[in-house]
C-alpha cells in the first residue's frame, strides 16, 4: 500500500515496478524472502505504508547439464 497526492499515485501505478534480490550465494532450494520497505523505491512524495505479500516464496532448481 502507498500513499500520496492522487496525480503522483496514479503516475506511479501505471509505471512497472521491480524488486531484485541478489541469489548468487543460494543453492538449489526453497527459499522465503523478505520484501521490506527499504527494497521498494517510490518517488519523492509517495510513502510505503505497507506489504502484502511481504514474503516471497522461490525455488532455485539446479540446471540440468545437456548429454554429449
Known amino acids: 500500500q502507498v500513499s500520496g497526492p492522487q496525480p503522483l499515485l496514479k503516475k506511479f501505478k501505471d509505471s512497472s515496478q521491480i524488486i531484485a ?13 523478505d520484501v521490506s520497505l527499504s527494497k521498494i523505491d517510490v518517488p519523492k512524495g509517495i510513502k510505503v505504508i505497507g506489504i502484502k ?14 548429454d554429449k
Do not use: C, R
Not at 534480490?21 to 524472502?33: E, N, P, Q, V
Not at 505479500?53 to 545437456?66: D, L, R, S, Y
Open 21 to 33: 534480490f541478489d541469489m548468487t550465494d543460494k543453492t538449489a532450494g526453497f527459499y522465503d524472502l
Open 53 to 66: 505479500p511481504n514474503t516471497i516464496h522461490v525455488e532455485i532448481i539446479e540446471k540440468q547439464k545437456a
